[in-house]
């Protein structure tokens, strides 16, 4: 069985807006036992009575500052709205305050939540995001080389920047896709990447039949790879663990409670299972 790791997954809404009540979660999850703390990235939500919203970024900037050793990041960040060249500063950064703690989990995002990409103006096409996202991860992984970046595509440039200072993990922030089991198209990226976050995931079984995918796809391939889960926090991550998930983060619903958030955390993380 892999080491399962266990890290808080927090919906940063209304009790979860506030920064500094994220921070001390964090900083209580590091001395409990926990591995990690991913936050949401959204910029609103249609499930009343959400009303408050807290930047990611900023929330794990204060996650950072309050922690020593928890692995931070937003799970997931939908890259299509983001500019890559902003991305590329904002991750070397986090990474060095951090000490090389973050990992970036990227997706195409979706309007269906709460209008957020047509509300905004951005790319509503699944297929055009996509291609957006993986033009995004290529210049991110030129950045973070430290080499000038040249880069002229279809929806991005970059004339001849180099991004410095780096970010203190090599050769660059460890990136997560993630994606639904059944499309065999996120999971291709995934492969490319260093980690896969199966969004709405039913089975143990589903998840082997993932795993098996992502070997075949990945031949040779040496270094570690992470499989991370979300699950409801009454459901056992141990059979998902044997089907080769190394990361679990029980799930929240937004506008959960402060309090139910912390009783989880007190529960402690899940067994870690066998090296």
């Known amino acids: 069985m892999n080491r399962l790791r266990s890290a808080l997954w927090l919906p940063l809404f209304d009790d979860l807006a506030d920064p500094r009540v994220v921070a001390r979660l964090a900083a209580e999850a590091e001395e409990a036992g926990w591995d990690g703390c991913f936050v949401w ?117 970059v004339d001849d920047i180099t991004f410095l200072p780096r970010p203190t993990q090599r050769p660059g922030v460890p990136v997560w896709a993630a994606g639904f089991p059944g499309n065999l198209k996120p999971i291709r990226r995934a492969a490319r990447l260093d980690g896969f976050f199966p969004v709405g995931l039913e089975h143990p079984d589903r998840l082997a039949e993932v795993v098996a995918t992502l070997a075949e796809l990945r031949p040779g391939a040496s270094g570690p790879y992470e499989i991370a889960v979300g699950l409801p926090f009454d459901v056992d991550p141990l059979p998902y663990a044997a089907a080769g998930a190394t990361w679990w983060m029980p799930e929240f619903d937004p506008g959960v409670p402060l309090d139910t958030v912390r009783g989880v955390l007190r529960d402690g993380p899940a067994s870690p299972g066998g090296d």
């Not at 890259?79 to 990992?103: F, H, I, M, Y």
């Not at 309007?111 to 297929?127: A, N, V, Y």
């Not at 992984?141 to 430290?146: L, P, Q, R």
């Open 41 to 157: 990235d959204h910029l609103c939500l249609q499930a009343p009575p959400v009303r408050q919203v807290a930047d990611p970024w900023i929330a794990l900037t204060a996650i950072a500052t309050a922690t020593e050793r928890l692995r931070l990041g937003p799970m997931v960040s939908p890259l299509a709205r983001r500019r890559p060249a902003k991305v590329a500063r904002e991750t070397a950064t986090l990474d060095r305050l951090s000490n090389g703690r973050l990992t970036l989990g990227v997706g195409l995002g979706s309007d269906r939540f709460g209008g957020e990409l047509s509300k905004t103006g951005e790319q509503i096409d699944d297929r055009r995001r996509g291609q957006m996202l993986d033009e995004s991860l290529a210049i991110l992984a030129a950045a973070w080389s430290g080499e000038p970046v040249r880069h002229r595509g279809e929806h991005y440039t």
